[in-house]
């Protein structure tokens, strides 16, 4: 059974600081990885994809893939309030037409 | 990123009576769409996978018969929750997928059933 495992938190950072929150997957035959951020009480909305080993940077986020280690994370620089969220990681075999698996989340909780 | 929408985003219904939710790709088309169904403070559940003139391929445990999922168009997925019971309470949420990678999320439906 494929597993996407992430620490549920929550994750306190200061305002400003980083926020790095991590993701580890069962599935060798995993390829394509993502973070999404869920507000309380609403659906998820993308945040970026990442497909290949190292980092990908959109904004102040920061992917990071290690396939050998089978471990995702997701960086945010200069953390907001408005960053406070539910963040999910999400794994799909190979590329085209499978499902995603969905970790249960990391709650992660900016201080002003 | 590509917009999903859903309607309706509130329903509150008997005991008893059906409830069809439908999810929308407004700039795309969508040959799968999926359905997934959250409870307060869990993780999404995957309960079926929606494909465009086709049958719905369904997640174990999940009753195809309670849960009638239609994909008539590439713009159109519905979900009818037939003879709706409390315990089917839940925050109902869609997604479409892009290029056959990325999946974008409807606003969600919350059902309540009385």
């Known amino acids: 059974q494929k597993e996407v495992e992430q620490n549920s938190g929550p994750l306190s950072v200061p305002e400003g600081a980083i926020a790095s929150l991590n993701c580890t997957y069962s599935d060798r035959g995993s390829q394509s990885f993502f973070w999404y951020r869920q507000y309380s009480g609403k659906s998820p909305e993308l945040i970026m994809f990442i497909y290949s080993n190292g980092d990908k940077e959109d904004g102040r986020f920061t992917a990071q893939l290690n396939k050998a280690s089978q471990y995702v994370s997701l960086l945010i620089r200069d953390s907001q309030p408005s960053d406070s969220a539910t963040y999910l990681c999400?794994?799909?075999?190979?590329?085209?037409?499978?499902?995603?698996?969905f970790g249960k989340g990391t709650m992660l909780l900016v201080s002003p | 990123g590509a917009v999903v929408s859903q309607h309706p985003s509130w329903v509150i219904c008997k005991s008893g009576t059906s409830v069809k939710i439908e999810c929308r790709s407004l700039?795309?088309?969508?040959?799968?769409m999926f359905w997934y169904r959250q409870f307060p403070k869990q993780s999404l559940m995957l309960m079926a996978t929606s494909n465009e003139g086709s049958k719905a391929t369904y997640e174990q445990g999940v009753e195809k018969d309670k849960f009638l999922i239609n994909h008539a168009s590439l713009t159109l997925s519905t979900l009818t929750v037939t003879s709706a019971h409390p315990e089917d309470s839940s925050f109902y949420i869609c997604?479409?997928?892009?290029?056959?990678?990325?999946?974008?999320f409807g606003p969600g439906t919350r059902l309540l059933v009385l």
């Open positions: 997604s479409a997928r892009i290029d056959g990678e990325t999946q974008y």
């Open positions: 999400a794994v799909k075999e190979g590329r085209g037409y499978s499902t995603l698996t």
């Open positions: 700039d795309f088309q969508a040959t799968t």
